[in-house]
Every structure is written in C-alpha cells, then in structure tokens.
C-alpha cells in the first residue's frame, strides 16, 4: 500500500471508497475542488453507493494506491455535506469533457482529463489535458498505444496547460455561483478575446459578457461579428446594453442597430443618454451607400481665432481616443468646416499662435449624402488618415476614418464572393 | 388588441418565418439523398401505392426527433456532438463518431454512387462526372462560405420538386392512391416488414440529427425564435415527405402495373424509359443527380466537422488548413475514399447501400437515447426539457426504432 502524490482525474473516477476499516463505502463519482485559490483544491468527493449518492468533506480522505488500483481511504468520520457551497465545481461534471479558454494560447480547448497532486496541504489540480494520449487514456488504450509506438521510437503528442493558464467558462445552467468568474479572461488582448468569444456557444457569450464591466464590455463587443454582436446585445438586461453601447463609438453602434429589429432598436435607444442616442439616430437616417452611414461623430473642432495654448488645454481635458487626436478641424461660429489643422503643427507651434495661422490652407471634406465610394478616392489620393464630413450647408457631421473605409471595402468584398 | 395591430402582427409574424427559415427545409430536403431515393423507388416499384401510409409513420418520427434537435440547439447553442461528449462521455461518443464516420463514408459512397448512375442516363460516363463533381464538391466546400452554400441549398431543395413532374408524368390513378392510404393492405411477411423498416429508417438517418442542430446554431436562432423554428421543421419534414411520396407514385405507376424490378434510383431512372418516356427517365434522373450532390456537398464536411467537435479538434470551413488540418485531412479522406471506390469498375453498389443501412441502423437508437437523455436534463436545457408529452412520444419512436432497426440488422445480416 502505498501514498500516491499525482495521478489523472480518469484512473480515480470509478474507484471505491473505503472506510478506516476497510469496508467499501460506494464509488468516486466526482469531486468537488475550490477554485477561489491559484489551484483549485479538492474539498469533498461526491460517492455512489447503489442508487444514492451522498456528497463527504476530503478532510480525513487519503488516496492509496492498492494492487495498482486507487483507493480512497477515510481516516475517521467521513461528514456528509448538504447544500450547494459557493466557489466550487465539479470536476466530471463542470470540468471534464468542457470547453475552457487557454489563455496563453488564446483558444478554446476541450479537456480530456486532469492532472492532480497530493502535498501536504492537501489535494490540487494542476493541470488540464487537452492532448490526444488524454483521451485514449479515457477509451482505455493509452497504454498500449503508448508500448505499440514505442516499437517504432515515437511518442504520443501530449498536451497539458497548466490550471494558472486555463479559465473555465462553460457552466450551461447548472447553477454555479463563483465570486470572480472568468477574471484570467481579462488579461487577454481585447481583440483576442473576442476571437475566442466568436466560438463559444450561446450561453457562454451572454455568461462572458455579464461578467465584464461596461468599458470592457463595449471594447470586445466592438471587436465582434455583427451576428454575435446583436445575439450579445440581445441577451443583456435592456440597461446594461445601453450603458455598454453608450460607451462605444455612434458609427459602431449605428451599424448594429441597422440589422437589428427596429421595436428593439428603438427601447435601447431611449435607454441610452440623450447625448448618444441623437447621434446615433442621426447616422440611422442615412442610406446604407451614403458617407453619413460610415463616419463617427466624435471629431474634435477648434474655432480658428484660439491660441495653440487654448488648444492643447481643450485637448488636455477632452482627452480624445487615439483615433480623432491627430486630425483637429477649424469650423465657424455655426459649425461650418473652415479647414484641417494637425496636431503636428499645434505640438511644433508657440502657444501664443493664433489656430488660424497654422491650419491648411487647402481644406478637403465629403458631403454626409455623397455615395460611400468616392470616399476611397480622395482618401488615396490625399494621402490621409482621415476626411471630414460636412452637410449641404457645410456644418460640419463628422468625420471618416481610414479603419471605417478598410471596413466597408472588406465587407463588401465579402459580398461578392 | 385591434384589428390594425393584429394584421401588422401577423405580416411580422410571416417576415420573421421567412428569416429563420432554412434548417429545417434544407435538412428535409438532404434527407432524400440517394439512399432515400433508391429505398422510395425500390418500394414503389415493388409494391405500388401499398406502402404510401408507412410515409405518415416516418413524418411523425422525423417531425419529433427533429423538433428536439432544434431546440437543443437553440437553447444550449451547442452541437449535438458537443453536447453527447460533454453529457455522456468520451467512450460513447467514441462508440458513437466511428459508426458515424463508417456509415457516412458508405453513405457518400452511395450518393457518387448517385452522381454516377444519374449522369449516365445522360450519356456520360462516371469516369467524367464522378471526379469532377468530387473536385467541385471539395472546392466549393473549402474555398465557399455557409451563407452561399445555403442559398445554393435552398434552391437545391425547390430542384427536388421534379419528382412531382415524372411522378405526373407516369399519369397515377389517384383513386388507387387514396384507397391504399386510407386502407392499406398491410403484409406480414418477412419482406415487406423490412420494406417497411427502410422506408422510415431512410427518413431519419443518424447524420440527420448532427446537421439539423448545427444549421440551426449557424444561423444563430435564440429562444424567442423557437416557435418558428418548429414551424420550419414542420415545413421541412413536410417537404421530405411530399418528395417522397411522388417518387413511390412515380414508379408505382410506371415499373409497378408493368412488373419491372429494380435494384437502385438509376435503375428506375433507366426503366422509366421505356414506360414513361425519354423525358421522364431524364427528370427522374435530374432530380438523382441534384440530391447526390447535394448530399454529396452536405455529407462528408458535416461528418469531418462533427468527429472533430467531439474529440476537441479545431473545426470549421471559416478556419484555415494550418489551424484545422485534422478537419480538412479528413474531409478530403472521405471525398477520396468515396469517389475513389465508386470508380473501381464493377464495384458491389447494393452492398454497399446494404452495409450503409445496417450501420445506421444500429446508430440511429444509440444516437437517439443520448438526445433523449440530454434533453431532459435540467442543467443542460434549463426551463426547455421535453414535456412529458413529447417524452411520451419520443421514447415511443424510440422503442419502435429500435425493434425496426434490431429486425433490419438481424435480416440483413442473416
């Protein structure tokens, strides 16, 4: 008889559990571990013994090794635990054979079996196993195998992550409460984590995104596929979706609610602050091949008689996204585009220069109505980042942003095909 | 509610019909592939119109299992294979993706087998037409997307409506027809029960199951769609069945009063000929070729797509070969295997029908009892488990699909 201090989740499901005398008790049909720690720790095995199945504190368990079989043996009195404990999964029933996020290689992986160990501050999983001699080890087979190819001097491919680097995501509706659930998940990049976002199932995505606060949500909402940006938004309670949606950019915003039923587009819209939904409300007026429909509203304009002083103040408390900092407009009194002005020029300039000195002289925009294909012209021709957009009086709208034309080719390429 | 609302409710009612159709039409339509039609044209050939009613048992099977697989797809938003890995455990889901894969090589096998036999009506050999559809099949599959495909797909399925034309064609006597579906003369010998048993076995093949739930998640239907969703099954088992029935008549009026038998879809396509005319054999032989190579599109990327979901590999016709090679290496394997078969001269085509339906046979209750299972699991489906009604009604089907299926092994393998 020996201790055993790491084995594999598959060799111990199954076995008996004994008592201190030796007597079976029933059989390990899973295990209950705490994920609050860094590794989550084993706190009860549930056992089968005939019909019935009881859930026992691990407290006095030992797991022992007998005639090449695990045992688990109760050193004194085994307590029966009642009631559904907080922080805690099962590990056949939530764990294995689920989906989990590998975070390190930012995809979804299916687990084939766990890897646990025994220190003396008890009983851990370390790692998942994703590989393929995991699952021939469940079929029963990995041995074998692992013989046959030995003949032929090769091995099995292996693959285990360790649990730091794993995040358990896939809980369907079993109830499980977790008081920081899916919190690896925010290490990973933005657009990463949309990807990965793209391929889980339904209940996943709405799981995922109750949990991510509005900046976040808004950021891989972004970041998606518009079927799935709409099933998301469909799935949040109506104040939650306006307040992420509040966060993001009007054209985005826009651009989902074109696909989307108009009774629901129109309850988050007077959900949302008035100061996002007029804007968004404005971009829905325009036609799908107008420039109005591709720009963003958040632009930045200066009245040309400020000093570069005031200017750089203005921007200091605005504090605009990277995507409208570099290219800053010149409008009138009534908004009329005047002229472009870059953020070069107001860097490089003294701060008692009149804007009106520094700006371009020759002033390219589009008109909102003008069809969406002219735009590519002028943006290629011009050299520029970004065009502004003005209406038939020429007040200015917004502005089109080279991101949103790559966008628009891109999609309509898709079209084609 | 007055009556203004209502008629805009209903036009919204029909709008949103026509968005979330598609599953369930193209899924019912797959499933008259060649096997099907061989079954259907082989039982009207052989027995005329006295095994039209075994078409009302086989709409009720089909319409049960797949409303079910509907709905576990719209509620979990889970693949069937997924769902069978995660609920019941790697060695029945081993059990389970080797009999699948088997029975789906075979079953590709046979709609070739199709492309073949149909093409030839045309005068073309199948040493041209099954290699060209097998390289177009496999690079529409890998260079296309779903969205096209469907729209294809949907206009496969109105294809398969020339039945309705040759079975007019062969000019049936109708008042034959309603006498033998009300009042059936039904046999009791040893070849009609199995007769029997093909007809409803062939409407709801195993692979059936795993496409319908993954159609239905493509097209990301969410729970306030499920109404409709049922409503498209219901037009899609409908759709199966009507194919099916004007393919009985086609050739019960024609081979059947004549005596002519048959052994396979091109057979009758060939014996319509002389009784019906050039242009008949040609429509029945169109209507072949469009539904193998629908199912020859359909068969072999699901079944590469679901052996992959199951076992944790990357799948999927958006992913790039160097991050899935295990699915595209399969699916080329199997579009290899099956036309290459099909291409050895004198190769056993009815055998490999045969051995085809014997594996779907044993698979179809295994596969059948995991949905059971899962469906009613409170944790997987929430507030959306069977209701006792439609357990009642399932475990029914089940029961007689696995004494059909227990009797058709057993006979075919006597």
């Keep these: ?417 | 509610m007055d009556a203004v609302v209502k008629k805009k409710s209903i036009w919204r009612n029909i709008i949103l019909f026509l968005a979330i159709l598609g599953p369930g039409i193209i899924t019912g339509s797959v499933d008259n592939d060649v096997g099907g039609i061989t079954t259907y044209s082989v039982a009207g050939a052989e027995y005329g119109y006295n095994l039209l009613w075994t078409l009302i048992p086989a709409f009720i099977v089909l319409f049960v299992t797949q409303e079910m697989n509907a709905r576990m797809g719209i509620v979990t938003g889970k693949g069937l294979a997924d769902l069978i890995r995660e609920n019941m455990g790697v060695k029945v889901t081993f059990f389970i993706f080797i009999f699948l894969l088997g029975a789906d090589i075979l079953n590709t096998m046979t709609e070739f087998s199709g492309v073949a036999g149909s093409m030839e009506i045309f005068h073309v050999s199948k040493y041209i037409s099954v290699p060209l559809v097998a390289i177009g099949v496999w690079i529409m599959v890998v260079k296309g997307s779903y969205r096209i495909a469907e729209k294809i797909f949907l206009f496969f399925s109105l294809c398969l409506l020339v039945y309705i034309v040759a079975a007019l064609m062969g000019h049936p006597d109708w008042k034959d027809i309603g006498k033998s579906m009300m009042k059936p003369e039904v046999e009791t010998n040893f070849t009609y029960i199995s007769m029997v048993i093909g007809v409803i076995g062939t409407t709801i093949a195993p692979w059936m199951q795993f496409y319908m739930q993954s159609a239905v998640i493509e097209k990301k239907l969410q729970i306030k769609d499920l109404k409709f969703s049922v409503l498209d099954v219901l037009v899609g088992c409908i759709c199966t069945v009507v194919v099916a029935f004007f393919i009985i008549i086609a050739c019960a009026s024609t081979l059947h009063t004549n005596g002519t038998h048959i052994n396979d879809a091109s057979d009758a396509a060939a014996a319509l000929e002389p009784l019906a005319g050039v242009l008949a054999a040609q429509v029945f032989a169109f209507g072949l070729f469009i539904a193998s190579i629908f199912a020859s599109v359909i068969l072999p990327v699901a079944t590469a797509f679901y052996v992959c979901e199951a076992f944790g590999f990357e799948a999927g016709i958006d992913k790039k070969w160097n991050e899935a090679p295990q699915f595209y290496w399969l699916y080329t394997a199997i579009i290899i295997i099956s036309a290459g078969i099909i291409l050895i001269p004198n190769v056993p085509l009815i055998q490999i029908s045969l051995w085809s339906q014997r594996i779907n046979g044993i698979l179809l209750p295994v596969v059948l009892i995991c949905m059971i299972i899962i469906v009613n699991k409170k944790e997987v489906m929430g507030n959306y488990v069977n209701k006792p009604i439609s357990n009642i009604i399932s475990w029914i089907t089940i029961v007689i699909l696995l004494a059909l299926s227990a009797t058709l092994v057993i006979s075919l393998f006597q």
């Excluded at chain 1, 022992?64 to 029933?93: A, H, P, S, W």
């Excluded at chain 1, 209940?203 to 709409?230: G, H, N, P, R, Y």
């Excluded at chain 1, 054209?251 to 629901?264: P, Q």
């Excluded at chain 1, 408390?317 to 570099?326: C, M, N």
């Design chain 1, 1 to 417: 008889m020996i201790e055993t201090t790491t084995f594999y989740f598959s060799r111990v499901l199954g076995r008996k559990v004994i008592s201190q005398t030796g007597e079976v008790i029933g059989k390990l049909q899973d295990i209950l571990v705490n994920v609050q720690f860094q590794k989550p720790q084993v706190v009860a095995i549930k056992i089968k013994s005939g019909n019935k199945s009881k859930i026992v504190d691990f407290n006095n368990f030992k797991i022992l090794k007998v005639d090449r079989q695990y045992v688990f043996k109760c050193y004194g009195t085994c307590n029966i635990l009642e009631g559904v404990m907080e922080n805690t999964l099962y590990l056949k029933n939530n764990v294995l054979d689920r989906q989990l996020v590998d975070i390190d290689g930012r995809k979804l992986v299916r687990v084939n079996d766990l890897r646990l160990a025994m220190l003396a501050s008890g009983t851990f999983v370390l790692a998942v196993d994703v590989g393929f001699e995991g699952l021939l080890r469940r079929l029963g087979v990995a041995k074998p195998v692992k013989l046959l190819l030995d003949i032929f001097k090769t091995t099995l491919p292996n693959k285990m992550i360790l649990w730091d680097e794993v995040e358990t995501v896939d809980f369907g509706h079993a109830g499980i409460k977790l008081s920081s659930p899916f919190s690896k998940l925010s290490t990973l990049h933005v657009s990463d984590l949309a990807d990965i976002i793209e391929d889980m199932d339904a209940k996943m995505q709405t799981d995922i995104f109750a949990s991510l606060d509005e900046e976040k949500a808004a950021d891989v909402l972004e970041e998606l596929e518009t079927d799935t940006q709409i099933h998301v938004i469909e799935s949040m309670p109506i104040e939650k979706a306006a307040d992420v949606l509040e966060k993001m950019p009007a054209d985005e915003v826009a651009d989902i609610f074109d696909e989307m039923e108009e009774e629901k587009v129109e309850k988050l819209l007077s959900e949302m602050d008035s100061e996002a939904s007029e804007d968004i409300r404005e971009l829905l007026k325009y036609e799908d091949n107008e420039i109005g429909s591709l720009m963003t509203t958040d632009f930045i304009s200066f009245s040309k008689n400020m000093t570069v002083e005031a200017a750089i103040n203005e921007l200091r408390s605005l504090k605009p996204e990277s995507d409208t900092i570099y290219y800053l407009y010149i409008v009138d009194e009534k908004d009329r585009f005047i002229a472009t002005v870059s953020l070069r020029d107001i860097i490089i300039s003294q701060p008692e220069t009149k804007l009106s000195e520094i700006m371009s002289d020759k002033s390219i925009y589009v008109t909102d109505t003008d069809n969406v294909n002219s735009i590519t012209e002028i943006i290629s021709k011009y050299n520029l980042l970004a065009v502004p957009v003005v209406d038939k009086d020429k007040v200015m709208r917004g502005m089109i942003i080279i991101d949103d034309i790559v966008y628009n080719l891109l999609r309509s390429s898709r079209r084609r095909i």
